[in-house]
């Protein structure tokens, strides 16, 4: 079992940056591909990025690339999700999530979820 606490959501103005982190409970942290995830008010949940277990690897999705950056740090069992030029339409609840099948771009690959942390982007 893996317990994961988002944190560092918040208001922001469009154009303004945000870190968001994620603190995982278990020991064998650095076995786990990590992923963020964003659901919008009366939208589907879906995916933002992705990072494999030793942190070699990325995914992003369309919407972010270029703009947010996901990193780990397993001495610390923390994953994170730099958000850089924020839209108004990054506006979500942001879900920090682990798998122990690989890295993956799908909610179905994942097994553990946070509580999420709320970002608002104003315009």
């Known amino acids: 079992q893996v317990q994961l606490v988002e944190s560092g959501g918040g208001l922001v103005q469009a154009g303004g940056s945000l870190r968001l982190s994620c603190a995982a409970s278990r020991r064998t942290f650095s076995s786990y591909a990590m992923g963020w995830f964003r659901q919008a008010p009366g939208k589907e949940r879906e995916f933002v990025a992705a990072?494999?277990?030793?942190?070699?690897?990325?995914y992003y999705a369309d919407s972010v690339k270029g703009r947010f950056t996901i990193s780990r740090d397993n001495a610390k069992n923390m994953v994170y999700l730099q958000m850089n030029s924020l839209k108004p339409e990054d506006t979500a609840v942001y879900y920090c999530?682990?798998?122990?099948?690989?890295?993956?771009?799908?909610?179905?690959?994942?097994?553990?979820w946070g509580q999420g942390t709320q970002v608002t982007v104003s315009s």
């Open positions: 999530a682990a798998s122990n099948r690989g890295i993956s771009m799908t909610l179905s690959g994942y097994d553990y």
């Open positions: 990072i494999n277990y030793s942190g070699k690897t990325t």
